[in-house]
């Protein structure tokens, strides 16, 4: 007899005194329970990792490709689960939902996604695929060269929605290049102030002599007051003991 929600979400919230087996959460899965529920046993599922994937590729084969299910084969970071989901990703290019979940949960395999997925991530209009773009990007972001990663990130960083542009300069803090610091001094200069408060973080962060000449130069030609105090401050942090 099928388990109603209420027993379901009462034995997930005692998983840690009585861990939960992957087979008792393959059985009570359904498409049929709320979604925040089917989420939270997926999410179980994938944090059991060798253990979680049988029974993850079990319901897929049983169920279909359902986003939680996608999310669970992403979270559980097995081979046979990576190779899976890049299959997917070439079969769900006429289907956005999924393609868009398959992304999302091949975040950390960034690397051995293709070059013109990412692509096609960066580029697309809607928010959720240029966020997932960056995660595959962030994760291949060490194969490249400064040059190479300004290519990938030069629409997003001009994307008019702050949570892109602001992943994007996050992608880039995590180098030191002169053409990183200069492109996120562009940032400081012209981007919303969310934006432009993300850039002088990422520009003091990296703290080289390149990043901090820059903060000088901002201190003194920014024409926005609270803008170029904000270069000052910056500037000063770098040289406190």
């Given at each position: 007899?099928?388990?109603?929600?209420?027993?379901?979400?009462?034995?997930?919230?005692?998983?840690?005194?009585?861990?939960?087996?992957?087979?008792?959460?393959?059985?009570?899965?359904?498409?049929?329970?709320?979604?925040?529920?089917?989420?939270?046993?997926?999410?179980?599922?994938?944090?059991?990792?060798?253990?979680?994937?049988?029974?993850?590729?079990?319901?897929?084969?049983?169920?279909?490709?359902l986003p939680d299910l996608v999310m669970a084969a992403g979270l559980c970071h097995q081979i046979e689960a990576r190779d899976w989901l890049?299959?997917?990703?070439?079969?769900?290019?006429?289907?956005?939902?999924?393609?868009?979940?398959?992304?999302?949960?091949?975040?950390?395999?960034?690397?051995?996604v293709p070059t013109a997925v990412v692509n096609q991530c960066l580029k697309h209009p809607g928010q959720e695929h240029r966020?997932?773009?960056?995660?595959?990007?962030?994760?291949?972001?060490?194969c490249l060269t400064d040059v190479e990663l300004l290519a990938f990130c030069s629409d997003v960083l001009n994307d008019f929605r702050d949570p892109v542009a602001v992943a994007a300069i996050r992608v880039l803090q995590r180098r030191d290049g002169k053409a990183i610091s200069e492109q996120l001094a562009e940032q400081c200069r012209h981007g919303s102030d969310g934006v432009a408060e993300a850039a002088f973080r990422a520009l003091s962060c990296i703290a080289t002599s390149d990043s901090q000449q820059l903060l000088l130069?901002?201190?003194?030609?920014?024409?926005?007051?609270?803008?170029?105090?904000?270069?000052?401050?910056?500037?000063?942090?770098?040289?406190?003991?």
């Open positions: 007899m099928p388990m109603d929600e209420a027993a379901i979400w009462e034995r997930l919230a005692k998983a840690r005194r009585a861990p939960l087996e992957p087979t008792w959460l393959g059985e009570v899965y359904s498409p049929s329970l709320s979604s925040d529920l089917r989420r939270s046993i997926c999410e179980k599922l994938g944090m059991l990792a060798d253990r979680g994937w049988p029974v993850i590729d079990q319901l897929l084969q049983r169920h279909g490709d890049l299959g997917l990703l070439k079969r769900s290019q006429d289907n956005e939902a999924i393609h868009l979940a398959t992304v999302q949960a091949l975040s950390c395999w960034g690397a051995e966020l997932a773009g960056l995660k595959l990007l962030e994760f291949r972001s060490h130069e901002l201190s003194r030609t920014l024409k926005d007051e609270s803008r170029r105090k904000r270069a000052c401050q910056k500037l000063n942090e770098q040289f406190r003991t």
